[in-house]
């Protein structure tokens, strides 16, 4: 005899999940209320942006009810694989690329390293031509291969600005043996965008693989992989309002890769490990929302920025911006670096203080250090504040920040 489905059963479920998103559905109403009466402000996008609501009610479904192994052959199993190889396809299809092209990583730093990993054990690349720009999840395994004698490195001449020198990226390739050039599209900390479509094709007439770290221009602008000479790109979701823990790589058809994580055959025998398929199913809704607000994020986060330059260049004159911080189109829209006279006081707890969130980095000053400051030999007596926007900040937000800016400025100098 059939025993139907449990009807009781399936309504709790429901039950249940409405009730996690009223729960949502309050939180973000209490956050809103709290946020005029404090001015609490979130400009530290860079780090990791705030999950959209959309995404969270996306993925609850993958919390509570589907919530089989995509390796179980049976339905709860067979319906999350569904799942996964549908959202490998929207991702792919956004992205002009072959679903077999993109592998479900832990984030970022995890398909930077299965990139280069693939490029040395995969390919046998010996060379790696890179930037003093790029994120420790490229230049610290770097610096751990060549200490193990796998590799050696060479780093791209750059201005002060740090705009690279692709005459010399064409330099190192023509004198060396095949390398893997890994550049990023653009740089965290000061927002300096690279034409990767240039460097894309100076090692496609190199014969030269290619790896580009788009983690911080991903669902920020768009991809088109057919176009693109690339091999390898990787992505991370908590950077456009999905998840955090999950990200992808893609890797062109062809490219040998070499396997990072041991152990169960999934993502076909590369990346080995129960997939975090709520994650997946919330990067893809993240990247498909990116993808339709494109445009109208795109100008209204850029009118946000340079509306507060030209503030902050009218009620601080004393302030500067780094690398091409400042200039539209040859630095992420989403990306302010601010070079500001050291003060007697800190900064950024200051400005904590007054519940905004930025964050800093001086390639001088004592505690945190940060390489790409230090790459740009900025002048001494000065700290860097980044600030990062995001589609969910406003110009009230912003005239708050400039006013309590001013307000240290003065205290301080008095
Ligand atoms: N690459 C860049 C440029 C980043 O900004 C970050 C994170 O800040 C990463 C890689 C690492 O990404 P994840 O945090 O997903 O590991």
């Known amino acids: 005899m059939l025993i139907p489905a449990p009807l009781i059963g399936e309504t709790d479920k429901q039950q249940s999940i409405k009730a996690a998103m009223a729960a949502a559905r309050r939180f973000l109403v209490r956050k809103r209320r709290l946020k005029t009466k404090y001015m609490k402000i979130y400009l530290d996008n860079a780090a990791t942006t705030p999950l959209d609501p959309a995404v969270f009610e996306a993925m609850t479904p993958?919390?509570?009810?589907?919530?089989?192994?995509?390796?179980s052959q049976h339905q709860h199993g067979r319906e999350v694989k569904q799942a996964i190889e549908k959202s490998r396809k929207t991702i792919a299809g956004l992205l002009n690329a072959s679903p077999d092209e993109?592998?479900?990583?832990?984030?970022?730093?995890?398909?930077?390293?299965?990139?280069?990993?693939?490029?040395?054990?995969?390919?046998?690349?010996?060379?790696?031509?890179t930037t003093r720009f790029e994120h420790h999840a490229v230049l610290?395994?770097?610096?751990?291969?060549?200490?193990d004698g796998e590799i050696y490195v060479s780093y791209i001449a750059h201005d002060e600005r740090g705009n690279l020198d692709l005459n010399d990226l064409e330099h190192l390739l023509k004198?060396?043996?095949r390398s893997l050039v890994s550049v990023m599209h653009a740089n965290n900390e000061i927002g300096n965008i690279n034409d990767i479509g240039l460097i894309g094709g100076i090692c496609e007439k190199y014969n030269a693989l290619f790896h580009t770290?788009?983690?911080?221009?991903?669902?920020?602008?768009?991809h088109d992989l057919q176009k693109l000479k690339i091999h390898f790109l990787t992505a991370s979701a908590h950077k456009f309002h999905g998840p955090k823990g999950i990200g992808f790589l893609y890797a062109r058809k062809g490219t040998q890769l070499a396997k990072l994580i041991h152990g169960g055959g999934q993502e076909s025998e590369l990346r080995a490990g129960t997939e975090n398929i709520p994650g997946i199913i919330g990067l893809t809704k993240a990247l498909e929302l990116a993808y339709a607000g494109?445009?109208?994020?795109?100008?209204?986060?850029?009118?946000?920025?340079?509306?507060?330059?030209t503030q902050l260049t009218e009620t601080l004159p004393e302030f500067s911006f780094n690398g091409n911080s400042a200039i539209a189109g040859k630095s992420l829209y989403t990306v302010l670096s601010i070079n500001v006279p050291t003060l007697q006081?800190?900064?950024?707890?200051?400005?904590?203080?007054?519940?905004?969130?930025?964050?800093?980095?001086?390639a001088c000053a004592a505690g945190a250090s940060s390489h790409v400051l230090k790459a740009l030999a900025l002048a001494p007596g000065r700290d860097t504040i980044r600030f990062s926007f995001s589609k969910f900040n406003t110009k009230q937000e912003l005239d708050y920040v400039i006013d309590k800016l001013s307000l240290i400025y003065q205290l301080v100098a008095a």
């Open 62 to 71: 993958y919390l509570l009810n589907h919530f089989g192994n995509p390796s």
């Open 140 to 147: 610290h395994l770097l610096k751990k291969l060549e200490k």
């Open 102 to 129: 993109i592998i479900f990583t832990s984030g970022g730093t995890e398909a930077d390293n299965t990139a280069i990993l693939a490029a040395v054990f995969g390919s046998g690349i010996h060379h790696i031509i």
């Open 294 to 309: 494109l445009k109208e994020h795109q100008k209204y986060i850029q009118q946000l920025k340079d509306r507060f330059i």
């Open 175 to 177: 004198t060396s043996q």
């Open 213 to 222: 770290d788009t983690v911080q221009t991903m669902g920020h602008y768009k």
């Open 345 to 362: 006081v800190d900064l950024l707890r200051c400005l904590d203080g007054y519940q905004i969130s930025v964050s800093g980095g001086s």
